[in-house]
């Protein structure tokens, strides 16, 4: 793994995931995508956020590129992701420079990113510690980029905090949007797996409960159910802060793309990692 490094004032976000989630190489990346045997719909949905797991793409890229395949890409993404690691602010932001795949970057816009950390009552903050080796974020670029070239991103990781620090960060976060007139050309995603480790009959059922909260657009009831029922879901708290951003923008529907798990891949289905595409609309 390569550590982040600047260029004068900009940051070079370095890949920490690539050769272990997926492929090194943009023909790599696409093979393995075509692969997947993805037939993206006609209709796309215009869609304000997605659901999207990040485990390596032979486990979950199935389910997150019939996601992305299904919806219109924006020009201005949000990524946000859980914080595996435990390193960094716990509500943390790059603010500028790119993220790098070595044959190809995607640039961070600095704007966004710099109103979602000034607004008042802003938790997050500029931090470069939380990105450093995790995944969740990383893993969703490349397959956005296979759909659309052109576009920013503003990397957030956040790490586990009460309901009221959800609303607080979905408030900054829409408030910003709204400040840059960008409501209307910005898609959201919050980047979690679903059930870890289970039988699959379980994870399912679990799964199926996050779902439906989802679903309902019911962020409260998202953060009640999962912690109710040790559900772990390890991007809980990136959902409920997408679901609570697209309401506050007024979208009222959503759509399950895909639901499955690791055992599709492995054949063992004795304990499995659940995945989920959901799109906000």
Do not use: W
């Amino acid at each position: 793994m390569q550590i982040p490094h600047k260029e004068g004032e900009q940051l070079i976000r370095k890949p920490a995931a690539i050769g272990y989630f997926y492929p090194e190489g943009l023909n790599n990346i696409r093979n393995l995508i075509d692969s997947l045997g993805i037939v993206p719909p006609k209709e796309k949905i215009d869609a304000f956020g997605i659901i999207s797991p990040h485990a390596g793409y032979v486990y979950s890229g199935k389910t997150a590129y019939a996601g992305f395949s299904s919806i219109n890409i924006k020009n201005n993404i949000i990524i946000i992701g859980p914080n595996h690691t435990g390193m960094g602010a716990g509500c943390s932001v790059i603010n500028n420079g790119k993220y790098d795949f070595k044959d190809f970057s995607v640039p961070i816009n600095a704007e966004l990113a710099g109103a979602i950390i000034e607004d008042d009552g802003s938790p997050f903050v500029s931090d470069e510690l939380a990105h450093l080796k995790e995944h969740s974020v990383e893993v969703q670029i490349p397959l956005i980029y296979n759909l659309k070239k052109d576009f920013k991103i503003v990397p957030i990781v956040v790490s586990f905090m009460r309901y009221n620090d959800v609303l607080d960060a979905s408030k900054t976060i829409f408030n910003a949007l709204k400040k840059l007139n960008l409501l209307d050309d910005v898609l959201i995603v919050a980047s979690s797996d679903m059930t870890h480790y289970e039988p699959a009959e379980s994870a399912g059922l679990k799964d199926n409960i996050a779902i439906k909260e989802m679903l309902d657009l019911n962020p409260p009831g998202l953060y009640e159910k999962v912690r109710k029922n040790n559900i772990t879901m390890c991007g809980f708290i990136p959902a409920a802060i997408m679901i609570n951003v697209a309401k506050m923008a007024g979208r009222t529907k959503s759509k399950l793309i895909n639901y499955t798990n690791s055992g599709e891949a492995t054949g063992d289905y004795s304990s499995v990692v659940g995945y989920s595409s959901i799109v906000i609309y």
